[in-house]
Nanobody, 125 residues
Framework: QVQVVESGGGLVQAGGSLRLSCAASGHIFSSYDMGWIRQAPGKEREFVAGISRSGGSTYYADSVKGRFTISRDNAKITVYLQMNSLKPEDTAVYYC??????????????????WGQGTQVTVSL
């Protein structure tokens, strides 16, 4: 079973940067596309970014395109999310997950399993 642990969240001013990391366990990590999904208080989960198993393909929500970059290091079984030009509306708990239901659209949070515990990102004005 793939288990994931996110880290790197924190408090940052608008315009700042953070780098989130997602360490995974399990020998099948390299078999899954991986993604970052966030959830703000009182809001539904929102897909942020995804990356293919090889790392050769990436996809982003329109709201973060050009500001966030997802990457993965399969040797270290780790996924990263580099977040630049952060905005207050990026404030949320960020989750890393494996895309286990490939019959769903890649930006559908319901298509992801093996969720981590999340890491809080707070962007202040």
């Amino acid at each position: 079973q793939v288990q994931v642990v996110e880290s790197g969240g924190g408090l940052v001013q608008a315009g700042g940067s953070l780098r989130l990391s997602c360490a995974a366990s399990g020998h099948i990590f390299s078999s899954y596309d991986m993604g970052w999904i966030r959830q703000a208080p009182g809001k539904e989960r929102e897909f942020v970014a995804g990356i293919s198993r090889s790392g050769g393909s990436t996809y982003y929500a329109d709201s973060v395109k050009g500001r966030f970059t997802i990457s993965r290091d399969n040797a270290k079984i780790t996924v990263y999310l580099q977040m630049n030009s952060l905005k207050p509306e990026d404030t949320a708990v960020y989750y890393c997950a494996a895309r286990t239901a490939t019959y769903l659209f890649q930006n559908d949070p319901d298509g992801y399993g093996y969720w981590g515990q999340g890491t809080q990102v707070t962007v202040s004005l």
